[in-house]
Nanobody
Framework: QVELIESGGGLVQTGGSLTLSCTSSTHTLSDYIVGWFRQPPGKEREFVARISKNGGSTDYGGSVGGRFSISRDNANNMVLLRMNGLKPEDTGIYYC????????????????????WGQGTQVTVSS
């Protein structure tokens, strides 16, 4: 059973923008820290961004800072990732994750411990 559902991926040219959405029919996302990871072809999964339960705190991975923005709409049980200035190195499968813990020890050091995952959405940036 898929617990988180990602959408919004696709093919875009360098410099373009995409907005990814994460929602769930089984979980109330406002009960969780929600974040995004990506996995480039042949590489390890890497942290992209996370947002606190009320949206008051956000953190970003070093490679996306200033270009990506995470937000949440708890009324619609949704978390968004706005991606601007896309580069070919942003290509990969983007996964949504949710967990009750905010600590970087999980999100940036031990992502396999995060409780809930989606199946991912493909983002491809052409040069």
């Amino acid at each position: 059973q898929v617990e988180l559902i990602e959408s919004g991926g696709g093919l875009v040219q360098t410099g373009g923008s995409l907005t990814l959405s994460c929602t769930s029919s089984t979980h109330t996302l406002s009960d969780y820290i929600v974040g995004w990871f990506r996995q480039p072809p042949g590489k390890e999964r890497e942290f992209v961004a996370r947002i606190s339960k009320n949206g008051g705190s956000t953190d970003y991975g070093g490679s996306v800072g200033g270009r990506f923005s995470i937000s949440r709409d708890n009324a619609n049980n949704m978390v968004l990732l706005r991606m601007n200035g896309l580069k070919p190195e942003d290509t990969g499968i983007y996964y949504c994750a949710a967990d009750p813990r905010y600590s970087y020890m999980y999100w940036e050091r031990n992502y396999r411990a995060l409780e809930v995952w989606g199946q991912g959405t493909q983002v491809t940036v052409s040069s």
